[in-house]
């Protein structure tokens, strides 16, 4: 409903400023002591003003997400590899720690970047203090901490925690992702989204 009323909003704008556009050149070819070098002036000068209420409208449709300031998530770059067959699922995820200064987070979404023939089920946050690190876990082995596992999304964290999600293979043809990528909100209200240093592949085997 927002991004709706927002691109009315903008569709507006712009046709406002064609209208705009539209009359200054009509007021302009209308006076009859302008010489031509006069009207093209202004034409040109209405131009300008149109091509400015299109930047304007063109720019306020620009992402609002921003790369991460407020956060590190995962370590070192790296790979991982889990054989799981078509339909199946794993757990994959990493740790995230608060930049120093700040002191809460919201997490508004977790996903996986350039994912193709893997899906998020559903993402979770658990604490660091729980257990070791959950980086990748099969289902049918649970860790410990499992257990105490939370909804990611709306969850305020604090502390470093981490954070994880059932990824599932869609298909036949193996799962892939880039990176695990956890969009939150800071204390100002910025949204802003940090990508993992960790790629997933779901195959038929990793040998």
Not at 110 to 130: C, I, R, T, W, Y
Not at 155 to 164: G, K, L, Q, R, S
Not at 179 to 203: I, P, W
Request: aromatic fraction near 6%; proline fraction near 4%.
């Amino acid at each position: 409903m927002v991004g709706e009323s927002f691109a009315l909003a903008v569709t507006r704008f712009v046709s406002n400023a064609f209208r705009l556009h539209g009359r200054a050149s009509r007021a302009w070819v209308a006076r009859r002591d302008a010489g031509p070098e006069c009207i093209s002036l202004a034409r040109q000068a209405s131009f300008v003003v149109l091509l400015a209420g299109v930047g304007v409208a063109l720019a306020s449709c620009a992402p609002s997400e921003q790369p991460a300031d407020a956060t590190v998530l995962g370590g070192d770059p790296g790979s991982v590899c889990v054989a799981v067959a078509p339909g199946g699922s794993i757990v994959f995820g990493d740790v995230l720690s608060l930049a120093d200064g700040v002191s809460a987070i919201e997490i508004e979404s977790v996903s996986l970047v350039k994912a193709d023939g893997v899906q998020v089920v559903e993402a979770f946050v658990m604490p660091v203090g729980s257990g070791n690190p959950i980086m990748t876990m099969s289902l049918d082995d649970p860790s410990q901490g499992w257990a105490g596992r939370q909804i990611a999304t709306g969850f305020h964290v604090t502390e470093p925690a981490n954070v994880v999600v059932e990824a599932r293979r869609s298909g036949a043809s193996n799962g892939e992702a880039q990176a695990l990528r956890v969009t939150y909100r800071t204390e100002d209200g910025v949204t802003r989204y940090d990508d993992g240093s960790t790629s997933l592949t779901l195959a038929d085997s990793c040998l």
